[in-house]
């Protein structure tokens, strides 16, 4: 019996899970907390808990992780330069530490504007060899023509054998500068990704698995090994991209909409046929614009993380993510000690962090710069156990300013009341400690002047109401989740009605359904195994290769050529037919041949081919053809050894 394993490294969870390659099935699956910033010890104990005997007749491993979206959103990635040919612009808010703009670049024909200084480029290159791992390349039009970067990456290379990513191997979308942003980002993640994906190669033979391993991407596609090292950016949001894949493989449904409510946020997507809809621009990440295809999502920071804290007798659910009170006081049993004990602040106090049942810890990180006085006095005060706001300003009045400044250097962490805490109280959910959760729900409602239940049907409700509001925003694009809160809230007499079933993902989310339900009319659905639906999408996300071929009438004094632009070809025909012919055989070659390199069943690739023409009025030809071919492939589960 021959199976395939699926692990997702989320914000708070490590899921496992293997599935029997023989018919599809579920055999065993596994939640761990994840472990970060070191996400080997997590994976390790989700692994551990899956029945063993599995793990030899495992041929394939996919993994999705958090990994390229933390280093980007925490600017911990590897020193890069960036390099730049033609007529740049730069953003006066951009904050790229390292760059060059060199002369030269192409014009949207392909043909070169400014001839490449090259010696500007050498001198900029041998300067910076030494303070950098790698470069980041970028020229005007390249998706046009990529010579000019071609020529930049083959000096490097010469000159220092680093890596070099270029933007014209990451996207074919115009956008000189976002696509310089994306080779940048690229560049800053290969050395953590190649070391990460070492290292749980490392641990596969550890545990004797011999197996192909794959990644998902932020389209919802797996890549193999190799091209995931190359390209690493394409692998931010892949937790939400496995989420949805999974929740499509879970329901069995082809064309369905996805809440996934997890620890930090709850994020809302779509698969259409089978694909996932994608986002028109590229994802945006830490403020970066980047040229990446990824999902198309509406993200709320509502989570089953997100701490409930209370401001003018009224409960405040997140937007900051907490350890949740029974997840800590499983940990540490003293947290029950110190919740009965707590008083509650005046009000003039009370704030996101001066709360009765708010707590903070060490993260486990050490500083990576000197910390001001301030910082540190707070900093020396924490240790390997809960301390309240009391504890930590013991002599004075506080003054969390400093407090705040840690909890953004993820140096520490809260701890706090949570969606997943009333869960608890209303015994829908008890995976934790529910003594802690029912202490402090029974303070937080005194302050509300509600019983504890009654506090925490009202958190619930609140809950449901956010990820109803968002999935509507989703579906309704320009119609602003104010709106949609005053149909729900409101007496109009009126409910939402979908006409595609909708797919709730998440630990908890089986608590939810039943409120879903009295909200929209819509067939709502709680898969199998949906607390480690991330897992299984991770595993079984199709191969998935767009290819984007553009055909140009382009004028050239009294002469008219017609231009294909091709990754990596630009050909020149005398009509336009011959060029379509050509472009639509190339389009499919391209397609096949990527799948057959990324060890994806060729025999088994569909390929879906949509056509958009430009013309001018009474033009009898179009100006501009832009062919797009998607090819969906399946990965083979074999693996030579």
Same mark, same amino acid.
């Given at each position: 019996m021959q199976y395939s394993m699926g692990i997702d490294a989320g914000g708070t969870y490590t899921d496992s899970v293997i599935i029997r390659d023989s018919d599809g099935e579920i055999v065993d699956s596994n939640k761990a907390l994840t472990t970060y910033p070191n996400l080997l010890e *997590?994976?390790?104990?989700?692994?551990? *808990?899956?029945?063993?005997?599995?793990?030899?007749?495992?041929?394939?491993?996919?993994?999705?992780?958090?990994? =390229?979206?933390?280093?980007?959103?925490?600017?911990?990635?590897?020193?890069?330069?960036?390099?730049?040919? *033609?007529?740049?612009?730069?953003?006066?808010?951009? =904050?790229?530490?390292?760059?060059?703009?060199?002369?030269?670049?192409? *014009?949207?024909?392909?043909?070169?504007?400014?001839?490449?200084?090259?010696?500007?480029?050498?001198?900029?290159?041998? /300067?910076?060899?030494? $303070?950098?791992?790698?470069f980041a390349v970028s020229s005007y039009f390249s998706i046009r023509n990529p010579d000019h970067e071609l020529q930049i990456k083959e000096l490097i290379k010469d000159l220092t054998g680093l890596p070099v990513v270029c933007g014209h191997e990451l996207s074919q979308d115009l956008g000189a500068y976002n696509r310089g942003i994306t080779a940048y980002l690229n560049?800053?993640?290969?050395?953590?990704?190649d070391h990460f994906i070492e290292t749980i190669i490392n641990e596969m033979e550890r545990r004797h698995i011999k197996a192909r391993v794959l990644m998902l991407k932020c389209d919802g596609s797996v890549v193999g090994i190799d091209e995931a090292k190359e390209k690493p950016i394409e692998s931010i949001f892949s937790g939400p991209a496995a989420s949805l894949v999974g929740a499509a493989y879970l329901s069995g449904s082809k064309t369905c909409a996805v809440i996934d409510v997890g620890g930090t946020s709850t994020d809302v997507s779509m698969m259409s046929n089978e694909l996932p809809e994608l986002c028109d621009e590229g994802a945006i990440v830490g403020g970066w614009q980047t040229k990446v295809k990824a999902i198309r999502m509406e993200t709320s920071a509502m989570g089953g993380d997100s701490h409930i804290w209370i401001k003018n007798q009224r409960p405040n659910i997140g937007p900051r993510r907490v350890i949740p009170l029974c997840v800590a006081a499983s940990k540490y049993p003293e947290l029950i000690d110190k919740l009965k004990l707590a008083r509650i602040p005046s009000r003039m106090l009370l704030s996101e962090n001066i709360q009765p049942t708010k707590y903070f810890i060490r993260s486990g990180r050490e500083p990576q710069n000197e910390l001001s006085p301030s910082e540190k006095e707070i900093?020396? $005060?924490?240790?390997?156990?809960?301390?309240?706001?009391?504890?930590?300003?013991?002599?004075?009045?506080? =003054?969390?300013?400093?407090?705040?400044?840690?909890?953004?250097?993820?140096?520490? /962490?809260?701890?706090?009341?949570t969606p997943t805490d009333a869960l608890h109280v209303l015994g829908e959910y008890t995976e934790w400690n529910s003594e802690a959760s029912n202490i402090a729900a029974k303070?937080?409602?005194?302050?509300?002047? /509600?019983?504890?239940?009654?506090?925490? /049907?009202?958190?619930?409700?609140?809950?449901?109401?956010?990820m109803v509001i968002y999935l509507m925003s989703y579906l309704l694009e320009n119609v602003h989740p104010d709106e949609i809160r005053k149909v729900i809230e409101g007496n109009s007499h009126t409910k939402f009605k979908l006409d595609v079933p909708v797919v709730l993902l998440g630990g908890p989310v089986r608590a939810y359904v039943d409120d879903v339900r009295e909200i929209i009319?819509?067939?709502?659905?709680?898969?199998?195994?949906?607390?480690?639906?991330?897992?299984?999408?991770?595993?079984?996300?199709?191969?998935? $290769?767009?290819?984007?071929?553009?055909?140009?009438?382009?004028?050239?004094?009294? $002469?008219?050529?017609?231009?294909?632009?091709?990754?990596?070809?630009?050909?020149?025909?005398?009509?336009?037919?011959?060029?379509?012919?050509?472009?639509?055989?190339?389009?499919?070659?391209?397609?096949?041949?990527?799948?057959?390199? =990324?060890?994806?069943?060729?025999?088994?690739?569909?390929?879906?081919?949509?056509?958009?023409?430009?013309?001018?009025?009474?033009?009898?030809?179009?100006?501009?053809?832009?062919?797009?071919?998607?090819?969906i492939g399946t990965p083979k589960r074999e693996v030579n050894i």
């Open positions: *997590g994976i390790k104990n989700s692994l551990e *808990g899956l029945d063993q005997s599995y793990l030899e007749d495992v041929k394939l491993v996919s993994l999705s992780t958090t990994l =390229s979206t933390n280093t980007i959103l925490e600017s911990t990635g590897y020193p890069v330069a960036l390099i730049m040919a *033609g007529d740049y612009l730069i953003p006066d808010t951009h =904050s790229i530490t390292n760059y060059f703009i060199a002369e030269g670049g192409h *014009g949207p024909n392909g043909e070169e504007t400014r001839p490449l200084d090259l010696d500007g480029v050498k001198d900029y290159v041998l /300067q910076n060899k030494d $303070k950098v791992s790698a560049a800053q993640l290969i050395p953590i990704t900093f020396d $005060k924490m240790g390997d156990t809960p301390v309240s706001i009391s504890e930590i300003f013991i002599d004075r009045l506080p =003054s969390p300013v400093f407090l705040d400044i840690l909890i953004q250097k993820r140096l520490i /962490q809260g701890i706090g009341f303070t937080l409602g005194r302050m509300t002047h /509600q019983s504890k239940i009654e506090f925490c /049907q009202t958190v619930k409700k609140e809950v449901v109401k956010n009319d819509a067939e709502i659905i709680l898969p199998e195994h949906s607390e480690v639906g991330n897992a299984v999408g991770a595993l079984v996300g199709k191969g998935i $290769k767009r290819i984007e071929i553009l055909i140009k009438n382009v004028r050239k004094r009294t $002469k008219a050529n017609i231009t294909m632009f091709a990754p990596g070809e630009i050909k020149v025909f005398m009509t336009h037919l011959e060029a379509f012919e050509y472009a639509d055989n190339l389009g499919r070659e391209l397609v096949l041949s990527y799948m057959g390199e =990324s060890g994806l069943n060729a025999g088994d690739v569909r390929i879906e081919v949509t056509r958009n023409d430009i013309a001018m009025h009474g033009d009898s030809l179009p100006i501009e053809t832009k062919l797009v071919f998607v090819g």
